[in-house]
T-cell receptor, first 111, second 113 residues
Framework: QKEVEQNSGPLSVPEGAIASLNCTYS??????FFWYRQYSGKSPELIMF????GDKEDGRFTAQLNKASQYVSLLIRDSQPSDSATYLC???????????FGSGTRLLVRP | DAGVTQSPTHLIKTRGQQVTLRCSPK?????VSWYQQALGQGPQFIFQ???????QRGNFPDRFSGHQFPNYSSELNVNALLLGDSALYLC????????????FGPGTRLTVT
């Protein structure tokens, strides 16, 4: 079992729709959870991080964390074609300085 | 405000050679982490440097080594290059003890032939 799992996609949504990206992790002791966006040929950009169970909103983005189910998700409201990219979920195990990344979900927003 | 910078942008090496990649952290950051990203995969943690010491290391062989300088910049050295070392090498900087604001540099694309 991979430590961080994501559906590789592509997830295709029409412009203006809500895109829902999901991620599961295996280490129950994980404390910090991150979402990065990576455009083709570029480096990852931090979107947001979440530590506590529940929702965290930042503009059009909402991160949701459920530690009991070991599940973290990212919702993108009013999706735009410019949101088309690979979205990487990353987890930091307890007492660790490293991020463990999933392989990413490719999102395609159709005009 | 300068972000994370890396050099060179691209590099082509031959099997068995050695390579050095460089990274300057974002202004105000003192911690540097290195990641390897193979095509179609997420980044994999190589190691982190803080206060000029390796603070944590991932599952990479000893051929991968690093260094951090007093100005917080860092180098990644890879010896005895293998074809499988071909990847995008990413440097990320942050402040000590936190991953909240870890920002990645543009990366160095290494091709081993």
């Amino acid at each position: 079992q991979k430590e961080v799992e994501q559906n590789s996609g592509p997830l295709s949504v029409p412009e203006g729709a809500i895109a829902s990206l999901n991620c599961t992790y295996s280490d129950r002791g994980s404390q910090s959870f991150f979402w990065y966006r990576q455009y083709s040929g570029k480096s990852p950009e931090l979107i947001m991080f979440i530590y506590s169970n529940g929702d965290k909103e930042d503009g059009r983005f909402t991160a949701q964390l459920n530690k009991a189910s070991q599940y973290v998700s990212l919702l993108i409201r009013d999706s735009q074609p410019s949101d088309s990219a690979t979205y990487l979920c990353a987890v930091s195990p307890d007492s660790s300085y490293k991020l463990i990344f999933g392989s990413g979900t490719r999102l395609l927003v159709r005009p | 405000d300068a972000g994370v910078t890396q050099s060179p942008t691209h590099l082509i090496k031959t099997r068995g050679q050695q390579v050095t990649l460089r990274c300057s952290p974002k202004s105000g950051h003192d911690t540097v982490s290195w990641y390897q990203q193979a095509l179609g995969q997420g980044p994999q943690f190589i190691f982190q440097y803080y206060e000029e010491e390796e603070r944590q290391r991932g599952n990479f062989p000893d051929r991968f080594s690093g260094h951090q300088f007093p100005n917080y910049s860092s180098e990644l050295n890879v010896n005895a290059l293998l074809l499988g070392d071909s990847a995008l090498y990413l440097c990320a900087s942050s402040s000590a003890g936190t991953l909240d604001e870890q920002y990645f540099g543009p990366g160095t694309r290494l091709t081993v032939t």
